[in-house]
């Protein structure tokens, strides 16, 4: 099965990958997971979080508030403030 999702954020480029790449700042909108790679093609990606775990085996109940909270968090600089997001943040 694939799926899609599709999301409008305004932002930069370069404030977009940082966000996506930068484990401190993933952290806030991605329920704690810290992610380890050095971002290479062909590199190792390593991410950890109980609740990231649980979530993304969830299906769309975990990517859609994952990315809600990164435009959130781009557009804003604020932290998601759903029921779900706290539950897990």
């Known amino acids: ?4 999702f599709e999301i409008y954020i305004r932002t930069t480029p ?10 401190e700042i993933r952290s ?8 380890t790679s050095d971002w290479t093609p ?5 991410m950890g979080a109980p609740a990231a775990n649980v979530l ?6 975990g990517w859609p ?3 809600s909270g990164l435009k959130t968090w ?9 029921p779900g997001s ?3 943040g």
């Open 86 to 88: 706290l539950l897990y």
């Open 42 to 46: 062909g590199s190792r990606f390593e």
């Open 28 to 35: 806030k909108y991605q329920f704690g997971a810290k992610v």
């Open 14 to 23: 370069e404030r977009l990958w940082e966000a996506i790449t930068d484990p």
């Open 1 to 4: 099965m694939e799926k899609v």
């Open 65 to 67: 508030m994952i990315l």
């Open 74 to 82: 781009l557009e804003t600089g604020e932290l998601l403030t759903t």
């Open 56 to 61: 993304l085996g969830e299906g769309v109940n």
